[in-house]
């Protein structure tokens, strides 16, 4: 009978323990503080963006393919 009263008050000494802790807890989370961030933003173009590529790149393009198929016709005299 002793035994059951000391596992009892154990008990409760414990749930009080538990009890306080997580108070403790619930009122250590406070606000971070606030902090202001200045940014600066950069606008960079990309490349592919620049219609002057496109162009160059499709002329190019076009002047290789000709080259390759006036290269295929060999001259016969």
């Keep these: 009978m002793n035994t059951l009263l000391i596992t009892k008050k154990m008990?409760?000494?414990?749930?009080?323990?538990?009890?306080?802790?997580s108070g403790f807890i619930?009122?250590?989370q406070e606000a971070a503080p606030k902090v202001e961030v200045t940014s600066t933003t950069t606008k960079t173009e990309e490349?592919?963006?620049n219609?002057?590529?496109i162009?160059?790149?499709?002329?190019?393009?076009?002047?290789?393919?000709?080259?390759?198929?006036r290269g295929g016709r060999a001259s016969r005299d």
């Design 55 to 69: 162009i160059i790149g499709a002329v190019l393009f076009i002047v290789l393919v000709a080259v390759l198929v």
């Design 51 to 53: 219609p002057l590529y």
């Design 47 to 49: 490349w592919y963006a």
């Design 26 to 28: 619930a009122f250590a």
């Design 11 to 21: 008990e409760k000494f414990a749930f009080f323990v538990l009890t306080l802790f």
